[in-house]
C-alpha cells in the first residue's frame, strides 16, 4: 500500500521561532498533498492542498504567509509554521493523493507541534 | 467547513459484538473512503468505495456505498479490543476534489 511519512514526529518551540514539518511519499509519486490540522477530540480541518510546481492552495481562513507550503519534487512537501504562537499548537496531518486512477488519500502519521 | 453527518458519536461494546456506523449527506458523494485513527496517529485507510451500490469487505470489516449516494455505513464483526479508536467516513464529490469528513465515530471495546 502506499505509504506517507511525516518529520519530524513531534516538536517543541519557542513562540515567535518557525518549525518547518516534511511530508514524504515513500512508494509513489503525489503531485497533490494536502495539509490537514487537527484538535482533540475533533475531525480532520483541511488548510491548504499543495500541488507540485505551483503555489497551494489554501482554505478560508489560513493564512498562507503564517503557514508556509511548498511542493518542490513529487515526493516532498513540506509546511512551515512561521512565528509560532501557542495557539498554533495542535496535530498537524499530511496526505498524498494515491497515483491517477483512484481517488483515495493517504496521511502521514501526524506531527505534534507545541509552541511553549 | 462543511461535514458529513457521521453516527454515532461514540460507542461502547462488548468484545464479540458487532458495530455498525454510518455517514449521510444531503448531496452526493463518487468516492467514499473510511478511515480509522489510533490516539496519537494518522488516519489510516481501511476501505475505499468507488460505484453506488457497490459492498467491499476488509477481513472484518464491511462498507456500503448507498445506492443514493448520499450516504455509506461500515460494518465491523466480531469486535476486538485492538478496534478501539476512531473510525471517520470521508466522501469525494468530484474527481480531484476535496475530502469531506464526518466527525468521527469513538469505539471502545471492554474485553
Known amino acids: 500500500g502506499a505509504v506517507v511519512s511525516q518529520h519530524p514526529s513531534r516538536v517543541i518551540c519557542k513562540s515567535g521561532t518557525s518549525v518547518k514539518i516534511e511530508c514524504r511519499s515513500l512508494d509513489f509519486q503525489a503531485t497533490t498533498m494536502f495539509w490537514y490540522r487537527q484538535f482533540p477530540k475533533q475531525s480532520l480541518m483541511l488548510m491548504a492542498t499543495?500541488?507540485?510546481?505551483?503555489?497551494?492552495?489554501?482554505e478560508q481562513g489560513v493564512e498562507k504567509d503564517k503557514f508556509l507550503i511548498n511542493h518542490a519534487s513529487l515526493t516532498l512537501s513540506t509546511l512551515t509554521v512561521t512565528s509560532a504562537h501557542p495557539e498554533d499548537s495542535s496535530f498537524y496531518i499530511c496526505s498524498a493523493r494515491a497515483p491517477s486512477g483512484q481517488e483515495t488519500q493517504y496521511f502521514g502519521p501526524g506531527t505534534r507541534l507545541l509552541v511553549l | 467547513g462543511q461535514q458529513l453527518n457521521q453516527s454515532p458519536q461514540s460507542m461502547f461494546i462488548q468484545e464479540g459484538e458487532d458495530v455498525s456506523m454510518n455517514c449521510t449527506s444531503s448531496s452526493i458523494f463518487n468516492t467514499w473512503l473510511w478511515y480509522k485513527q489510533d490516539p496519537g496517529e494518522g488516519p489510516v485507510l481501511l476501505i475505499a468505495l468507488y460505484k453506488a451500490g457497490e459492498l467491499t469487505s476488509n477481513g472484518r470489516l464491511t462498507a456500503q456505498f448507498g445506492i443514493t449516494r448520499k450516504d455509506s455505513f461500515l460494518n465491523i464483526s466480531a469486535s476486538i479490543p485492538s478496534d478501539v479508536g476512531i473510525y471517520f467516513c470521508a466522501g469525494l464529490r468530484n474527481q480531484g476534489g476535496k475530502l469531506i469528513f464526518g466527525q468521527g465515530t469513538e469505539l471502545s471495546v471492554k474485553p
Open positions: 499543495s500541488n507540485e510546481g505551483s503555489k497551494a492552495t489554501y
